[in-house]
């Protein structure tokens, strides 16, 4: 297998990062027509994947 | 022995004549170190982002975990090391010219700046990059064993320009890039999930915490990422000083020259000044 290039990491990050964002916006604008339950579950994708774009930008 | 001593200082005048003055450059080399030096006011590192993580981690857990390990200390750590190793082999360079300008021969322990450009995996740091802080930390160790004198000043600027200009470069990519990028992650992550907490809160006084808590993490990530951009435009200053010192090589005892050197002298206390 062949190891990405340090731009495939940063774009990578820069996805999860953008992402994360997305959800975010999602939640603000449809947090009305939500459960508790399922904003919960989109909040905690949102920080996993802020977390993991942070991980990702410090370990490639 | 009155022509003779007319003879000795016909025949040194020379000499003596070639002594200029350069004040200007010396104090400019050693403004220029301690405004490189003020990275320490930025006051964030990749250990304190690794930090903030595992404390996130685990207040999300909910629970307390005395086995909780913090994976990320040592990539965090060597991270923060190889920003220190690049910052050291520039300001190796910045005291060198402020050594050579001040009329004295440099000499210091070299092994750091070996390590600096040899030592271990760089931060995402591609080929060129890894490249250039080991031929800038070899060209500085060199130049320092063979103790260049003054006269030697244009021929070491002439020498390192190229390679001061990309390590700099490699500097500013890690601190307003990599590192900016660090404080930006972690701030969403968290701001995530303070909004999670505030709709899970029923209670108006919780909710008044979490609130209180956004906003010291708001003036966190503000006041560091403005630290992050204070530095890297005195970053850039320095860089730039720099490559105008290495046109202006020739020059150097011009009063023209002088006073640019003195104005970038000032720029770069007044920069410094705003890292705090």
Redesign the interface.
């Known amino acids: 297998m062949m190891s990405p290039t340090?731009k495939q990491?940063?774009d990578l990050?820069d996805y999860f990062?953008n992402l994360?964002?997305a959800i975010?916006e999602y939640?603000n604008f449809n947090?009305g027509n939500m459960t508790?339950e399922q904003?919960?579950k989109l909040?905690?994708a949102?920080?996993d994947l802020?977390?993991l774009?942070?991980?990702i930008?410090?370990?490639? | 022995m009155y022509k003779k001593s007319q003879f000795v200082l016909f025949i040194f005048l020379p000499f003596f004549y070639s002594c200029v003055s350069l004040t200007e450059v010396h104090n400019y080399a050693t403004t220029s170190v301690k405004a490189l030096n003020n990275i320490d006011s930025v006051d964030y590192t990749?250990k304190d982002?690794?930090q903030q993580?595992c404390e996130?981690?685990q207040l999300?857990a909910g629970e307390i975990r005395p086995d909780f390990i913090c994976t990320?200390l040592s990539?965090?750590t060597s991270?923060d090391e190889e920003i220190q190793k690049i910052l050291l082999t520039a300001t190796a360079y910045l005291q060198a010219v402020a050594s050579l300008s001040n009329n004295k021969a440099f000499s210091y322990d070299v092994s750091d700046l070996t390590q600096a450009a040899q030592k271990g995996r760089l931060l995402?740091?591609?080929e060129k990059q890894v490249s250039v802080a080991t031929k800038a930390g070899s060209f500085i160790a060199t130049a320092a064993t063979t103790m260049y004198r003054k006269k030697k000043l244009k021929k070491y600027l002439g020498e390192a320009d190229t390679l001061f200009q990309n390590l700099t470069e490699t500097l500013v990519y890690l601190v307003d890039n990599?590192l900016r990028?660090?404080l930006?992650?972690?701030y969403?992550?968290r701001?995530?999930?303070m909004?999670?907490m505030l709709?899970?809160a029923n209670d108006r006084a919780i909710k008044q915490m979490v609130i209180k808590s956004y906003l010291d993490e708001k003036a966190y990530y503000s006041k560091h990422d403005s630290l992050i951009d204070a530095y890297v435009v005195l970053l850039k200053a320095v860089q730039k000083g720099y490559h105008e010192l290495y046109t202006l090589r020739y020059k150097l005892n011009l009063e023209s020259t002088k006073k640019l050197i003195r104005n970038y002298s000032q720029d770069l206390q007044d920069l410094a000044s705003s890292v705090k």
């Open positions: 340090v990491v940063f990050f990062g994360a964002n975010g939640i947090k508790l904003r919960n909040y905690d949102e920080i802020s977390r774009a942070g991980e930008n410090d370990w490639c | 990749f982002y690794c993580d996130l981690q999300r990320c990539a965090a991270a995402n740091l591609d990599r990028a660090q930006k992650f972690e969403d992550a701001l995530a999930n909004k999670q709709d899970n």
